[in-house]
Nanobody, 129 residues
Framework: QVQLVQSGGGSVQAGGSLRLSCVAS????????MGWFRQVPGKEREAIGF????????TYADSVKGRFIISRDNARNALYLSMTSLKPEDTGMYYC??????????????????????WGQGTQVTVSP
């Protein structure tokens, strides 16, 4: 059974930092694209950014560029999202996602959420003014 289990998140004041983790089991994603999305009520799930298979290339939405860093640890089958200088507009439910297809096709922002096969359960991030 494939699972992406997320942890981290929570509530923080504007300007603060948080780190999200996503640990996979049931499938090894070391040769697969992974990324992060977020969703707020009433809006579609939007891409935040993606990381190539070896972690050597990342792309981000302009809204988070310079503040968020996506990284991965293939030995642990894990994906991370480090968020700094958080803003109230960063509030939302955050999801990690992974593709079953090998390689880096579709692994650059904005990509397409329909390409991603496996999803974490979601983690709430709330940033207060």
């Amino acid at each position: 059974q494939v699972q992406l289990v997320q942890s981290g998140g929570g509530s923080v004041q504007a300007g603060g930092s948080l780190r999200l983790s996503c640990v996979a089991s049931g499938f090894t994603y070391s040769s697969n694209c992974m990324g992060w999305f977020r969703q707020v009520p009433g809006k579609e799930r939007e891409a935040i950014g993606f990381v190539y298979t070896f972690g050597d290339y990342t792309t981000y939405a302009d809204s988070v560029k310079g503040r968020f860093i996506i990284s991965r640890d293939n030995a642990r089958n894990a994906l991370y999202l480090s968020m700094t200088s958080l803003k109230p507009e960063d509030t939302g439910m955050y999801y990690c996602a992974a593709r079953r297809q090998y390689g880096n096709a579709g692994c650059s922002y904005p990509s397409d959420r329909a390409l991603f096969d496996d999803w974490g359960q979601g983690t709430q991030v709330t940033v207060s003014p």
